[in-house]
């Protein structure tokens, strides 16, 4: 009787449910997850022999990358109904091309080693996966790479500024990439960030629909870029 009431409900699950676990959950999760094994092989190998500042600085943000990496696999794994989106194609093509942009940046042809500017760049980059993570912490099962809204984060980061896991991806890619870019990589880089400042506008126009009462009242107080603590406490 039981495994007959499970059947009877999951065969009464609409199309929409299923698409959605597909798409939205588990081939996001499985995808991430490619990352999340990279990641974990760096941590391993970077455990082996540490000596110098550089080496530990280098552990810190691979370790940081694979929270970020681990982080993503389950939140888009447990990520909550969405409530607002904006699905237009443009938006869509958008969103994941710039995504991906930073990804590719480091395999472009054009680039060298600038090792003068290897250390800055590590101190950057950790910076802006700590800046990152700590978003990340705190958007949980809201995260999302198309403008969607489910419920609105004003705590933590989210109390300094209104998009800072986007402001600490782009840290992080101007870090990783800053003392080895080419002229290509440069221009992926650009596209990236310019990518980056145009979800935050289609996201904040799901938010301001999705949550009229709230969301304006939120916005006035809290800067859209940079963390500015006097305006988010005034």
């Known amino acids: ?14 199309a929409a449910y299923w698409r959605d676990l ?12 490619i990352f999340l094994a990279r990641q974990l092989l760096f941590v391993l190998g970077g455990l082996q022999s540490p000596r110098t500042v550089s080496d530990y600085l280098f ?6 990358a694979l929270a970020y990496f681990t982080m993503l ?3 888009y794994s447990v990520r909550l109904p969405k409530r607002g989106t904006d699905q237009r ?15 590719l940046a480091g395999f472009l042809p054009g680039g060298g080693r600038r090792d003068w500017l290897v250390l800055p760049a590590d101190i950057i980059a950790t910076i802006g996966l700590a800046y990152s993570v700590w978003g990340l912490a705190y958007l949980r099962r809201s995260f999302s790479i198309i403008p969607e809204a489910r419920r609105l984060v004003t705590g ?7 998009h800072p896991v986007y402001l600490g991806e782009v840290i992080t890619a101007v870090g990783i990439n800053l003392a080895t870019a080419g002229w290509l990589g440069t221009l992926a880089i650009i596209y990236f960030i310019a ?10 126009g799901v938010l301001s629909r999705t949550f009229p009462g709230e969301y304006p009242e939120y916005a006035r107080r809290v800067p859209r870029y940079a963390p500015n603590p006097l305006k988010a406490r005034s």
């Open 73 to 75: 696999v389950v939140l």
């Open 22 to 33: 597909l798409f939205s959950r588990l081939l996001p999760a499985l995808f991430f997850s």
């Open 89 to 103: 194609l443009g938006v869509v093509f958008i969103a994941f091309t710039g995504t991906f942009s930073v990804i």
């Open 195 to 204: 990518c980056e400042l145009l979800r935050i506008r289609w996201e904040e």
């Open 59 to 64: 552990l810190l943000q691979q370790c940081l």
């Open 1 to 14: 009787m039981i495994t007959a009431g499970v059947e009877d409900k999951v065969s009464k699950r609409p």
């Open 156 to 162: 933590g980061p989210y109390s300094l500024s209104r």
